[in-house]
């Protein structure tokens, strides 16, 4: 959104914009909490220096943004898109015949 179609927009308008882009803040946010989750295992697990080193996860740190409910995402193999592929194909041959 350029300034001038800030100052001119709806109050709808800003608060929409003014959600998405905390949206992809938060977003953003998440992911480098993961990156820096997943480097910082890895160089304790590198660690010759202790045995049993007491660890503190970001993701516990900020479990206000990552909470246990969150959807997964669903990977679907190769047989599941094969199987929904040939039926979007025979629904499209069953309503082209008619």
């Known amino acids: 959104m350029k300034p001038f179609e ?3 927009g709806t109050y709808r308008e800003v608060n929409l914009f003014a959600q ?3 949206a992809r ?3 953003e946010f998440k992911q480098e909490i ?4 997943a480097v910082t295992d890895k160089l304790i697990k590198a660690s010759i220096v202790q045995e049993k ?4 996860r970001l993701i516990d740190t900020f479990s206000k943004l990552f909470k246990k ?5 669903k990977v679907q193999s190769a047989e ?13 041959k069953i309503s082209s015949r008619t």
């Open 6 to 8: 800030f100052w001119n």
């Open 20 to 22: 998405v882009q905390s």
């Open 25 to 27: 803040v938060i977003d």
């Open 34 to 37: 993961q990156l820096q989750e």
């Open 53 to 56: 080193p007491k660890v503190i």
């Open 69 to 73: 409910d969150e959807p997964k995402i």
């Open 80 to 92: 599941e898109q094969a199987r929904i592929l040939r039926s979007i194909i025979k629904a499209e």
